[in-house]
């Protein structure tokens, strides 16, 4: 069979890499189509994955937006020459190349606020795929597995360490560091919400920087730490997952990093305007599950740091937290690949189940 896989941001890359290796393997036609944004591109010549790029796109809403008729140029033409049986993806790009073309789609959607993607791709959708978590019912054909996207390649059968990433980043074996992720806040989905303020980035990194070296990952295009002492990133993208792993914290306005970390047995801090009563399912669970913090107060933000870098045993306790959360948590690539072999008859996989919207 032939499968179309759309990457169109980095973390869609993960999700969906060890699927399309899987399928190669069995001797299926894969190609990705992926978009120019971020480390996106990087990340699909790093893994070696078959793949056209459609377009590019910055950090800001008024990029995407007009680049959106050059993105589905690009894409009905690319969906044409390579003829898929089956489509997966994440939102209108991959829902209307499917109904353009007259082919199956798959949608994995892990948002509840993005309710304009809802409404332009569900209706081409042959089946939508969420986590138990996701608070909305969205259609007939809305199953759930139970896990997140992000365990489709952090789940413990697939993850490990590729390389001893303190020596990837210069630290001594015991030095403590710390991770700090800013979002750009440019997606369509972004509209109205925001994080740190630069105001605040510098109070964050002034404190952080007391207790432990600092990395800093900005999405936006331009670095606003200024001559703050943080450490330069100086490795591949692909391996943000090690140094994750690794940190002793992250603190972050952005979304999937705080995820990530959890599954990864590090202390999180998630701080943006989405947080609040309407706030993710997933966040709100993890959460729950001790795994992270979602504080919307600058000074609680700063209070929760503190605290958790001055916690000897705090690393130890998340690691033992993190495999209680995974223990009956599905690994998501198996998911995917038993969805493409059954030519997305999702009713035909053990772990779907009709979904239903959490209390």
């Known amino acids: 069979m032939r499968y179309l896989f759309f990457t169109n941001t980095p973390a869609h890359v993960h999700l969906y890499k060890y699927g399309v290796r899987e399928l190669q393997a069995m001797g299926h036609d894969v190609l990705v189509l992926g978009r120019d944004y971020g480390c996106t591109k990087d990340l699909l010549d790093y893994y070696d994955l078959p793949h056209e790029i459609y377009g590019s796109c910055g950090t800001t809403k008024y990029s995407l937006f007009k680049s959106l008729p050059f993105h589905y140029v690009n894409i009905f033409r690319a969906v044409r020459r390579f003829k898929p049986d089956l489509i997966f993806g994440m939102g209108g790009y991959a829902a209307h190349a499917g109904a353009v073309s007259r082919t199956p789609v798959i949608l994995l959607l892990d948002s509840e606020p993005t309710s304009l993607d809802h409404v332009v791709s569900r209706p081409f959708a042959k089946a939508i795929l969420t986590p138990h978590t996701f608070g909305k ?165 700063m209070a929760r740091a503190e605290e958790l870098l001055t916690d000897d045993g705090a690393k130890a306790r998340w690691a033992d937290k993190r495999d209680a959360f995974l223990a009956d948590k599905v690994n998501l690539t198996d998911v995917i690949v038993q969805v493409a072999l059954n030519y997305g008859s999702v009713e035909r996989v053990d772990s779907l189940t009709r979904h239903t919207v959490p209390a």
Do not use: C, W
């Open 137 to 301: 019912d969205l259609a007939d054909n809305h199953y759930q597995f139970r896990g997140f996207k992000e365990t489709a390649y952090l789940h413990p059968d697939v993850y490990e360490p590729s390389v001893d990433i303190r020596a990837e980043l210069g630290l001594d074996p015991d030095e403590t560091f710390v991770v700090v992720r800013f979002n750009a806040f440019g997606s369509h989905h972004d509209v109205g919400h925001g994080g740190f303020t630069p105001e605040r980035r510098r109070e964050l990194i002034e404190l952080l920087g007391e207790r432990a070296t600092v990395f800093v990952l900005d999405e936006s295009e331009e670095r606003r730490d200024g001559d703050l002492d943080t450490r330069p990133f100086d490795f591949h993208p692909a391996l943000v997952h090690d140094v994750l792993a690794e940190a002793s914290l992250l603190v972050a306005d952005t979304q999937t990093m705080v995820t990530e970390a959890a599954l990864l047995g590090t202390p999180a801090i998630r701080s943006n305007s989405f947080v609040g009563d309407d706030d993710m399912g997933n966040f709100v669970e993890l959460e729950r599950q001790g795994l992270i913090s979602n504080l919307k107060s600058f000074d609680d933000v």
